[in-house]
C-alpha cells in the first residue's frame, strides 16, 4: 500500500512561486512513476506534469510548460513541483499520484493507482 501526503500549498499572489511536496511512505519509492494532477472548482481533474516510467523524462500539459518543475528526492521519497509566474488561472487543489504500470499513460488520472489527499494553491490577481 502506497500513502501518498502532499503540502507546501497556500495563498500567493500572481507572478510569485510555490513550492508543493508530496511525501510518500513506500519502501521502493523509484519504482514508482509519479505524476501531478489539478483540480479547480467546477471542472475535470487536469494532468499537470510526471515523469516517465523510467523517470528519465518529464513531461507537462503546455499550459504549465515553462513555469512549473517537476523533481524527485528517491532517497527521502518526495516529489516536488516547483511553480513559478503562477497565474490566477493555476488556482487548482493540486494531488500526487503514483502509477504501478509501465503500460499506462502518464496524461491519464486513470492510469493512476494511488492517490494523496490534495494541497490547496490559490492564486490572488
Known amino acids: 500500500q502506497v500513502q501518498l501526503v502532499e503540502s507546501g500549498g497556500g495563498l500567493v499572489q500572481a507572478g510569485g512561486s510555490m513550492r508543493v511536496s508530496c511525501a510518500a511512505s513506500v519502501r521502493t519509492f523509484s519504482r514508482y512513476a509519479m505524476g501531478w494532477f489539478r483540480q479547480a472548482p467546477g471542472k475535470e481533474r487536469e494532468f499537470v506534469a510526471a515523469f516517465s516510467w523510467s523517470g528519465g523524462s518529464t513531461y507537462y500539459a503546455d499550459s504549465v510548460k515553462g513555469r512549473f518543475t517537476i523533481s524527485r528526492d528517491n532517497a527521502k521519497n518526495t516529489m516536488y513541483l516547483q511553480m513559478n509566474s503562477l497565474k490566477p488561472e493555476d488556482t487548482a487543489v493540486y494531488y500526487c499520484?503514483?502509477?504501478?504500470?509501465?503500460?499506462?499513460?502518464?496524461?491519464?488520472?486513470?492510469?493512476?493507482?494511488?492517490w494523496g489527499q490534495g494541497t490547496q494553491v490559490t492564486v490572488a490577481s
Open positions: 499520484a503514483a502509477r504501478t504500470s509501465y503500460r499506462n499513460s502518464y496524461q491519464y488520472a486513470s492510469s493512476y493507482n494511488y
